[in-house]
């Protein structure tokens, strides 16, 4: 009867154990989607004649994965941009990141991690402060990712010399 019991107890705590992990998890496939939300522009950079809202207009950010990154189609009334960006888990967020030529042109170097997060990642080590200690010197801007708790995605996006910045949540 003992021998019963404790196998009982431990195939009780292997499956507390399984979906503790399983809900701990951050899917990225869960950031595909419609993202509605503002878009604010920074005009205090502003260089051009042409009128921008320092408050939030309605926005809308498209996310797609494509292979182990995302393409964000970001867009309103008064801006459309669509770029692509690598991806990092950081705990239960997901972090982004510039890709070749946009990386390169804005860091001075191209990156070395090889693809976000598929690449180069081994054992439970955080991808994003690999990627950090990998490609970055302290005071590198980032600007943006995931709130997977809120499902909400926000990135500032820098567009000849003015900033734009969206914040959005999930449809």
């Not at 439970?124 to 997977?148: A, I, K, P, T, V």
Request: net charge negative; with cysteine; hydrophobic share 35%.
């Amino acid at each position: 009867m003992k021998s019963i019991l404790k196998f009982i107890y431990l195939s009780l705590f292997i499956i507390a154990l399984v979906s503790c992990e399983k809900e701990n998890d951050t899917n990225v496939n869960d950031i595909a989607g419609i993202y509605q939300g503002t878009l604010s522009a920074d005009v205090s950079n502003k260089t051009t004649a042409k009128s921008t809202s320092t408050t939030g207009d309605p926005a809308t950010a498209e996310i797609t994965l494509v292979g182990d990154q995302i393409q964000v189609h970001c867009y309103n009334d008064d801006f459309d941009i669509t770029l692509m960006l690598d991806l990092f888990i950081d705990e239960e967020n997901i972090q982004v990141c510039l890709t070749g030529d946009d990386f390169e042109e804005m860091y001075g170097h191209m990156s070395t991690y090889g693809g976000g997060m598929m690449g180069g990642m081994t054992g439970n080590s955080n991808q994003w402060s690999q990627h950090l200690n990998d490609d970055h010197e302290s005071g590198d801007q980032h600007f943006g990712g995931f709130d997977m708790g809120n499902h909400s995605f926000e990135y500032t996006f820098n567009v000849e010399g003015m900033e734009y910045y969206f914040e959005g949540f999930k449809q």
